[in-house]
């Protein structure tokens, strides 16, 4: 069987796949030789995707207050709601808030649909959540939202500077490339800015524990040890760059002392690395969420680029600013004004001439003139009624958002809303009084852009199941519903894209950097075939591989075609912690999971690294609180608590606290992060302070812990905590609770889900206070649960595989009530390699026992970190800790 090829659905590297159905009806999916983001490669995430196929959970059919419907009815009942609310309320009574993992013909219609004949800007993504601060400062600096520069400048490098991005847990198949290049010239250096020690710090030659949101002040000084030592390209600047010397006026006062002051940093340490940058004239300056997700992350964007262009380091090869894209098509998105304040291919509500061009070329007449409410806004107006329909497409507000049970309040309390989406398992899909079906990845056709301007196809390799249907048909149809049929008539999605590529071109002649006018005119054959391609692709354009950079020569699109220094006054962040918030909080990603893992949740093996959600802190803040290893903690701030496993670590900087922002209700009791955060936001691109939320943190005192695996899902026990995760053939439990069940039994069998017939071995030590239950029929494991007064010691990986096995003897059922496997199964323990399931002990065995003393030698014992390498910090984490014991 042939097999398709698509690109990945995770973040913006944009990775090629080729995907081949199973008779199973999953896909096997391998890395696109071919492909030139990834070349092969796949990170852990990449490489499970066939894992996460099925239809467990899919929302399959039309809904209406829980009842299944119909197309007709569904679609016709949504455009009618609509259309009744504009005219009772106004356009601006309504709103969209959709997804970076649109499609971008799935965006352009949509936007088309609410900028341009509903008439509101009321339409943002969860972009706003993640790129939105660098869009604000491309735009205040170039005129334009545009990345300079291309992933080969990553590898062309002599010096790559990486702010605020975990590059090796976040964009994998990034680091790799980089690993590499660095194997190949050793003399390339990397510097790594971030609080916390990564596992990205731990490969870096320099590592930069900044405090917290201080990022401004370190920018600035760099710009001033530049100007002071004859690091400037003063011709770039003079022919291509305008604001200088006030920029320079402002950096004047961030000398090493005031820097160290402000950033915590040491001054041997900011002096090495100014050094570094001054004297090395190709320098990549990689920035992510901990630069954009900020309440000053625009300027913290615009600090780092002044930097580059009192340089003239853009847009050549090896020298640039580069903005890495958290999601596969948010670059996708703000192409066709997916964005509250953006219009459709990167032209400008505010811009009358642009409006003028888009409405024209829509037919438009009611083509909004102001841009509209931005996503923590929209929510705000949703809360107090100035909102009253809304529909959320491929995104998890309930989660994702700032104030997140506000938010949820907020939905409870709208009249209309309507869900489309892929699952039901979502806790943002309970909030729907119309839920529509769609297509999910590997069934869906059309394009997405990554984080260098690549525009790459996702192709369908899936029949659509049910009545599930592509995103961009149901705008579509509700438009046409609507009363806008003509304008919404596409038979496919290569009319759509064929449109959008028409548009950008229109008036287009230089002014604009967005234009891929050469692919207006593809027929559906040559869509269908598209290579990866990476704009600028104007009318005319050759169709190749060619790297595309820009600035190199100036020619930015401000209106003198000058770039824009900017003086930028430092700030703290919006809120500072004190005596009743001492600690501050930073959530972020984890190395196997995806935002709120509707899809990496489903694969076992991803849950297997880190199947429960946790507080990350510096072993003193945790000894002062009282907080002890593997207990629990109650992390709080003003707005709500989450519950969570405490994971000490002197990576950890002190006074702070770093929570993923993963779990939802769907897979742990309290553990919903963004409930904390306060909705501070940037006042340019209004991107919300996610990595700053002044927060307490206490232990939990349980009457007892459990640890379960269970052949079926269960229900929930009324627990304070609780967390699932799949395992290979079941799924595996935390448990705890501040007083005991009645009967242990009778616990464990309504737990298990047993027949009044199954057996049940049974250990009870009531002086200790443990209990160990297991249920078996037919020789097959249906449960197995452990309890102690402290968090339980159980060979957790082990206990899970037991579920596999259909013949477990008597002399094992007894073993497994012991939970640990004999000495004639080594215990994998916990699993560090998701790609090749290899566990810590492994790893431990052969850095203690066979003597591995590197990395590379560890992966020719056990094959760990050999694959997508994302688990070689980890690996070398051990290493480090082994040499020390041996040392001291």
């Known amino acids: 069987m042939n097999e398709t090829r698509s690109t990945c659905p995770y973040c913006g590297v944009g990775c090629g796949v080729l995907l081949r159905p199973t008779s199973e009806g999953g896909l096997d999916v391998r890395g696109d030789p071919e492909h030139p983001a990834n070349r092969g490669r796949l990170c ?327 841009p509209g409410l931005k996503a923590v806004e929209m929510f705000a107006a949703l809360r107090e009624g100035r909102i009253k329909a809304i529909w959320i497409g491929a995104t998890n507000p309930v989660d994702s958002l700032p104030e997140a049970d506000l938010v949820r309040a907020a939905l409870q309390a709208c009249p209309f809303v309507v869900v489309s989406d892929v699952t039901m398992a979502s806790d943002s899909v309970a909030m729907g009084h119309v839920l529509l079906p769609a297509a999910a990845w590997g069934e869906k056709d059309g394009t997405v852009t990554n984080s260098e301007r690549r525009i790459s196809r996702q192709r369908a390799a899936l029949p659509l199941p049910g009545q599930a249907r592509p995103d961009w048909w149901i705008f579509a149809q509700v438009a046409q519903r609507m009363g806008f049929a003509d304008a919404f008539d596409y038979p496919d999605a290569a009319t759509i894209f064929r449109e959008h590529a028409a548009l950008s071109g229109l008036g287009n002649d230089g002014s604009r950097d967005f234009d891929i006018s050469a692919l207006t005119e593809l027929s559906s054959w040559a869509y269908d075939a598209l290579p990866p391609l990476q704009w600028p692709l104007p009318r005319g354009a050759e169709l190749s591989d060619t790297p595309k950079r820009f600035f190199g020569d100036g020619g930015f699109y401000t209106p003198d075609r000058r770039a824009r220094m900017l003086a930028l006054p430092y700030r703290m962040p919006a809120s500072g912690a004190d005596a009743d918030y001492p600690l501050v909080l930073n959530t972020g990603r984890l190395r196997d999971q995806w935002h709120t ?203 899970a595989a037991q579920l596999e096995r259909c013949d477990v003897s008597p002399a094992e059922c007894l073993r497994l009530l012991a939970g640990r496997a004999g000495n004639d199964r080594p215990d994998q323990g916990a699993i560090l390699c998701a790609c090749h399931g290899v566990g810590v002990n492994p790893i431990l065995r052969a850095i203690t026992e066979a003597g591995c003393n590197s990395v590379a030698a560890v992966g020719a014992a056990t094959k760990a970190g050999t694959n997508c390498g994302s688990c070689q910090g980890e690996i070398r984490k051990l290493l480090d800790a082994n040499a020390i014991q041996k040392a001291g």
């Open 597 to 799: 893992m509707t899809r990496t949740g489903k694969a076992a093996r991803l849950m297997a690294h880190i199947a429960e959600p946790f507080a990350e802190l510096h072993p003193e803040d945790a000894a002062q609180l009282g907080i002890v290893p593997a207990g629990l903690v109650m992390v709080e701030s003003p707005r709500g608590h989450v519950l969570v496993r405490a994971l000490l670590s002197e990576d950890q900087q002190r006074g702070s606290v770093f929570v993923p922002l993963h779990w939802t209700d769907q897979l742990a009791s309290r553990a919903r992060v963004d409930a904390l955060i306060a909705p501070h936001r940037d006042p340019f691109s209004g991107q919300p302070e996610l990595k700053f939320t002044p927060v307490r943190a206490r232990p939990y005192k349980a009457a007892w812990y459990g640890f379960a695996v269970l052949a079926q899902k269960p229900m929930m026990p009324d627990c304070d905590y609780w967390a699932l995760a799949p395992a290979q053939a079941g799924w595996r439990l935390e448990l705890a609770h501040d007083a005991m069940p009645a009967d242990w039994d009778s616990f464990a069998r309504i737990l298990f889900g047993l027949n009044s017939d199954d057996a049940m071995l049974a250990y009870h030590d009531r002086a200790s206070g443990r209990v160990r239950l297991a249920a078996f029929r037919d020789g097959r494991l249906l449960g197995a649960l452990f309890v102690a007064p402290e968090p339980v010691e159980v060979s957790r990986a082990w206990a």
């Open 44 to 370: 852990s995430k990449g490489a499970a995707l066939g894992e996460t196929i099925g239809l467990q959970d899919r929302l399959l059919h039309p809904q209406i207050h829980g009842r299944r419907a119909g197309w007709d009815e569904a679609l016709n009942l949504v455009a009618r709601r609509f259309a009744a609310t504009i005219a009772a309320h106004g356009p601006d009574s309504v709103a969209f808030y959709l997804s970076g993992q649109l499609l971008t013909e799935d965006y352009y219609v949509a936007n088309k649909l609410m900028k341009g004949f509903i008439g509101s800007g009321n339409i943002d993504t969860n972009s706003r959540l993640c790129m939105a601060s660098a869009v604000a400062g491309h735009r205040r600096a170039f005129g334009s939202d545009t990345v300079p520069g291309v992933y080969e400048d990553i590898e062309l490098a002599d010096l790559v500077v990486l702010v605020g991005s975990n590059l090796a847990w976040c964009h994998p198949v990034l680091f790799q490339r980089l690993q590499a290049a660095k194997t190949a010239r050793p003399e390339l250096r990397v510097v790594v800015i971030d609080p916390r020690r990564t596992q990205t710090a731990r490969f870096a030659d320099l590592h930069l524990p900044l405090l917290p949101g201080s990022d401004v002040a370190l920018f600035n000084g760099l710009l001033h040890y530049l100007a002071g030592h004859c690091a400037t390209d003063d011709a770039f600047v003079a022919a291509h760059v305008q604001g200088a010397e006030a920029a320079l006026a402002e950096a004047a006062g961030f000398d090493i002392s005031q820097v160290a002051r402000l950033t915590g940093l040491a001054p041997d340490l900011l002096r090495q690395f100014y050094a570094w940058f001054a004297e090395t004239p190709r320098v990549v300056t990689g920035f992510s969420m901990g630069v954009n997700q900020s309440s000053s992350g625009t300027d913290k964007v615009n600090a780092i680029i002044n930097c580059h262009l009192l340089t003239g380091r853009i847009g050549k090869p090896g020298a640039s600013p580069f903005s890495i894209t958290g999601q596969p098509n948010a670059m996708g998105g703000r192409e066709v004004g997916g964005l509250a304040n953006l219009l459709a291919a990167h032209m400008e509500i505010e811009n009358p001439a642009h409006r003028a061009l888009v409405r024209d070329f829509w037919q438009a007449r009611q083509l909004t003139e102001k």
